[in-house]
């Protein structure tokens, strides 16, 4: 029994600190700043809500909402193909492959922003800013998102592809199927559920995503502000309320994460 | 007609060579080995899954040795029958159909076809984790049979079965071979299956195939180390 009790000892001290960071957000909001004490949740949710309409906050919630679509929607369309190429096929300097694709999640996330920012500085960077600006506008707040969170996304449907069994699509390309064929309507309905999950994984990583943002598209308001960088600028500006009001707003977005993952099945199972 | 003359394929480290043996148009052939002596890889070659490094494969008097799987013209029933979970019992016996570009009617009445040849009736609507393990087969079965290949592979199709199904699924393979006149190749480890079924048999020993007679089996399980084998059919 003192096995169990420390597991559950030392369960419940991380589960605990978790679920008292959230409950510290929320109780910050209904409690008076003024010191005067609990004045309720009517109060607590005007504070919640006051600061999510200035139109700075509201540009940032949009841009977010947007730029993590487009990149949970690109992660997919990479990691479809690159998990299933890593799934299925031998070649020369996979392992080199495979470790370059871990990069970005190893890589401290300010290194990711400022590698960015350098490539866009030599020649072929130079000559994609004249066409079409990237550094410190909007394309640069996905780019900085889809860098990383793409990598989660191919993790995640390269042990999809794994877990089905190769031998579906052979039968099928002996029943009449090309290779393309039998991936279209075999392996991808199959592999639906870690599409669900890939996808959701690269939103979340990208809504949480800051340091490259802030250092690859800058901070500027009414430009290239996304929620984690409202964090941040109200913080720096002493604003805790709005700050906080944009961290309960942010836990809510990703509640609903985990609710999708749950949905889609299986997150655990993974392998991230 | 099976003709496989001098087959050598590798399989990673694995690899069978100088194989040779010939199926009539219309026989039931059934090649026996134990486990892991290289009879899936030796079908998988036949199939188009594997590259073959040297000799011929010819189906049906065409040499199909370097063609793709899809245009061998063989239906093939894995060991692990590899039904598909998203599909239905219906898709499945209309795969081969909708990929071939049949005509919807055809491949509706072929479908029907097939669900009274396997007794599938009541089940088309079931996918495979609802199926049991006889069903499973017969599926399996039939989504190979169905595009009316003029080769059945079938790779040791009966060894997750229990043992009342399996003498079942024995009329059931043999009547339905009857029935389209597909040359089959099955490949098993079992005596028994190699007795209720071969018209040929063909035995997989240390690299090397021979061909024996059907009734040879009755004297050699006689033999001490075959009455072993048989132990784990």
């Known amino acids: 029994m003192p096995f169990l009790s420390g597991l559950i000892v030392i369960a419940s001290l991380y589960v605990g600190l978790i679920v008292a960071m959230i409950a ?56 479809v193909p690159l998990g299933y ?39 072929p960077g130079r000559a994609i800013e004249r066409v079409f600006p990237v550094t410190y506008a909007i394309p640069a707040v996905i ?10 996304a191919v993790r995640t449907m390269r042990v999809t592809f794994d877990q089905i069994s190769p031998r579906r699509e052979q039968v099928a390309r002996t029943l009449g199927c090309t290779r393309g064929q039998a991936f279209w309507r075999v392996v991808l309905p199959e592999a639906r559920g870690g599409m669900v999950t890939a996808a959701t994984v690269a939103w979340a990583r990208a809504m949480g995503e800051f340091g490259p943002i802030l250092v690859f598209a800058g ?32 836990v809510l977005a990703a509640v609903l994460v985990l609710v999708v993952l749950r949905w889609a099945g299986g997150g655990q199972a993974r392998g991230w | 007609m099976i003709v496989v003359d001098g087959l050598s394929v590798q399989s990673g480290a694995f690899k069978v060579e100088g194989l040779s043996f010939t199926a009539n148009t219309g026989e039931y052939a059934v090649l026996m080995g134990r486990t892991g002596c290289g009879k ?32 061998r013209g063989v239906g093939y029933v894995p060991q692990d029958l590899a039904l598909f979970p998203t599909m239905t019992v219906r ?50 079965l039939g989504r190979a049979l169905a595009f009316r290949p003029g080769v059945l592979l079938l790779d040791e199709p009966l060894s997750a079965l229990d043992e009342d199904t399996r003498a079942g699924m024995y009329g059931l393979l043999r009547s339905v071979q009857r029935q389209t006149g597909v040359t089959t190749l099955h490949v098993t480890h079992s005596r028994a299956e190699a007795r209720s079924l071969a018209d040929r048999l063909f035995v997989f020993d240390k690299g090397t195939l021979r061909e024996s007679p059907p009734s040879s089996l009755q004297d050699e399980l006689l033999d001490a180390r075959g009455a072993r084998t048989d132990g784990s059919a």
């Open chain 1, 24 to 79: 510290a957000d929320a109780a910050y909001l209904v409690t008076d700043p003024t010191g005067k004490g609990d004045d309720g949740i009517v109060a607590g949710f005007g504070r919640l809500v006051r600061p999510l309409a200035k139109p700075e906050i509201r540009y940032a919630v949009k841009l977010s909402l947007i730029s993590c679509a487009i990149t949970a929607i690109l992660s997919v369309w990479v990691a």
């Open chain 1, 85 to 123: 190429l890593m799934s299925r096929y031998e070649f020369r300097g996979k392992g080199i492959v495979d470790a370059v694709i871990d990069v970005p999640i190893v890589l401290p996330p300010l290194v990711v922003g400022l590698s960015l920012l350098i490539l866009f500085q030599t020649i």
């Open chain 1, 143 to 152: 780019l900085a998102q889809f860098s990383v969170a793409c990598a989660f």
């Open chain 1, 219 to 250: 901070a500027t308001r009414m430009r290239t502000e996304v929620l984690s960088t409202t964090i941040f600028l109200e913080l720096s500006v002493g604003n805790l309320e709005a700050a906080v009001a944009v961290s309960l707003l942010m």
């Open chain 2, 40 to 71: 899936t890889t030796l079908l998988e070659a036949v199939c188009g899954l594997k590259p073959v490094r040297g000799g011929r494969i010819r189906l049906l008097g065409r040499d199909v040795t370097h063609l793709p799987p899809a245009d």
């Open chain 2, 91 to 140: 898709e499945h016996l209309g795969f081969a159909l909708d990929v071939r570009r049949w005509n919807p009617a055809e491949a509706a009445k072929r479908v029907d076809e097939l669900t009274e040849l396997l007794g599938l009736g009541g089940l088309l609507d079931r996918r495979p984790q609802g199926l049991s393990g006889g069903e499973a087969q017969r599926v399996a």
